[in-house]
């Protein structure tokens, strides 16, 4: 069986090191990946510093990379305990 990410392009070297799929499935996929990338329509990116910044979301419930930039994770996601 082939390992996933050569069929998927990943075929650096930095890149398989940081690709939960090669390794762990505790990391995030990397926004570089193609199987990284959003295609929910709620998807939307943001470049507001007080989103992105945000200390009460918890980026732990993040699956993907850009999860952390999206303004529906930002303002509908899971938030941390004060």
Do not use: N, Y
């Not at 398989?16 to 996929?29: F, L, Q, V, Y």
């Not at 926004?31 to 295609?39: A, I, Q, R, S, Y």
Request: charged share 30%; glycine share 4%; aromatic share 6%.
């Amino acid at each position: 069986m082939a390992a996933c990410w050569t069929i998927r392009g990943c075929d650096d070297e930095e890149m398989i090191e940081r690709c939960p799929h090669s390794d762990s499935a505790t990391d995030k996929c990397p926004t570089e990946c193609l199987l990284g990338k959003c295609d929910r329509p709620t998807h939307q990116l943001t470049t507001d510093p007080a989103l992105v910044f945000d200390p009460t979301v918890d980026r732990r419930a993040a699956v993907k990379e850009q999860c952390e930039f999206c303004v529906f994770f930002l303002t509908h996601g899971p938030r941390l305990k004060s």
